[in-house]
């Protein structure tokens, strides 16, 4: 069981940039694939990006250039930075882990909410 929590979600303007953190209560942090995703009022959850141990993160082309992942694997924290954001980029953002390089992700985070707008 991995216990996920988001934060750093807010209100911005148009053009403007966010840092959103993921802390995960498990010792093996390191471990996991993890993975950022979102959700809009009334659109389905839409997958934002991904980052499998050792390997670079990979993107959704919506947010690819204006978004970036990373993680620090000694804090068992992941982040989620936010730059150029559009009033589109307003939902409720979740962060998602699993233990195997594919395949369903397992553990969810409860959300922060980006507002963005114009």
């Known amino acids: 069981q991995v216990h996920l929590v988001e934060s750093g979600g807010g209100s911005v303007q148009a053009g403007g940039s966010l840092r959103l953190s993921c802390a995960a209560a498990?010792?093996?942090?390191?471990?996991?694939?993890m993975a950022w995703f979102r959700q809009a009022p009334g659109k389905e959850r839409e997958w934002v990006g991904t980052?499998?141990?050792?390997?670079?993160?990979n993107y959704a082309d919506s947010v690819k250039g204006r978004f970036t992942i990373s993680r620090d694997n000694a804090k068992n924290t992941l982040y989620l930075q936010l730059n150029s954001l559009k009033p589109e980029d307003t939902a409720m953002y979740y962060c998602?882990?699993?233990?195997?390089?594919?395949?369903?992700?397992?553990?969810w985070g409860q959300g922060t909410q980006v507002t963005v707008s114009s």
């Open positions: 998602a882990a699993r233990w195997s390089y594919t395949g369903q992700f397992q553990y």
């Open positions: 498990t010792y093996q942090f390191s471990s996991y694939s």
């Open positions: 980052v499998v141990p050792g390997r670079l993160a």
